[in-house]
């Protein structure tokens, strides 16, 4: 079945070390994204790659890298520089601009 | 960039209630709108979307929703609401850059 898997469910880590999230689907879907969610802030646009090797600021950007070396793959890394990253991680992808998202099960990120 | 607000951020309805949820967008060009369903520590499901055919859309689980340009709302309706329907609930739009935004959302309780 197609689909995207997120890995793992549940991260936890110390504060100043550097974590990296996985996002694999085998949709055959150009775009990709990574949406942070907090209660009551919604869904926020962390970073988006419409292309491979190619990939745009979301609206929260500061302290997250990602990456977009392959079409299904689209790993973010949670850097130190993030001020707060303790939040619950969406990966989603997407055909074109007018068609729904795919989105993955999530990983909960606890950082202590 | 473009933008939603979901306006309520908790709706509470009697099982068999008519159920509204309300969502404004804000866009400089044609959007496309989405409404997504989350049930507790998963990712989302798409309900509808509107991407400028008919105005009023119909979705699964008996929703529908009406893209009205002149008040720039596509508001969520369920004529009789069902126990299953408990969950949260979010708007979203893109446009062509293929930058999907998300409304903070919008928990539905159902009583019985």
């Known amino acids: 079945d197609g689909g995207i898997t997120q890995s793992p469910k549940y991260l936890f880590r110390k504060e100043g070390q550097n974590v990296t999230l996985s996002c694999e689907q085998n949709?055959?879907?150009?775009?990709m994204y990574w949406y942070r969610q907090d209660p009551g802030q919604g869904l926020r646009l962390i970073y988006y790659?419409?292309?491979?090797?190619?990939?745009q600021k979301g609206d929260i950007a500061e302290g997250y890298s990602v990456s977009r070396e392959k079409k299904e793959s689209f790993p973010l890394t949670v850097t130190s520089a993030q001020k707060n990253p303790t939040a619950f991680y969406l990966c989603?992808?997407?055909?074109?601009?007018?068609?729904?998202?795919?989105f993955g099960n999530g990983t909960r990120l606890t950082v202590t | 960039a473009q933008s939603v607000t979901q306006l309520g951020s908790h709706v509470s309805v009697s099982e068999g209630a008519l159920v509204l949820l309300r969502c404004n967008y804000s866009?400089?060009?044609?959007?496309?709108l989405f409404w997504y369903v989350q049930y507790p520590n998963q990712g989302l499901q798409l309900l509808l979307k509107?991407?400028?055919?008919?105005?009023l859309v119909k979705g699964i689980n008996g929703f529908e929703a009406e893209f009205k340009k002149s008040e720039t709302s596509f508001h969520l309706t369920k004529p009789s609401a069902h126990m299953s329907d408990a969950a949260e609930y979010f708007c979203a739009v893109s446009t062509y850059n293929n930058d999907m935004r998300f409304g903070a959302g919008t928990r539905l309780t159902v009583k019985p």
């Open positions: 866009s400089s060009v044609p959007p496309y």
């Open positions: 509107y991407t400028s055919a008919a105005t």
């Open positions: 989603a992808s997407g055909q074109s601009y007018n068609s729904p998202l795919h």
């Open positions: 949709l055959n879907h150009d775009a």
């Open positions: 790659s419409q292309i491979v090797n190619d990939f």
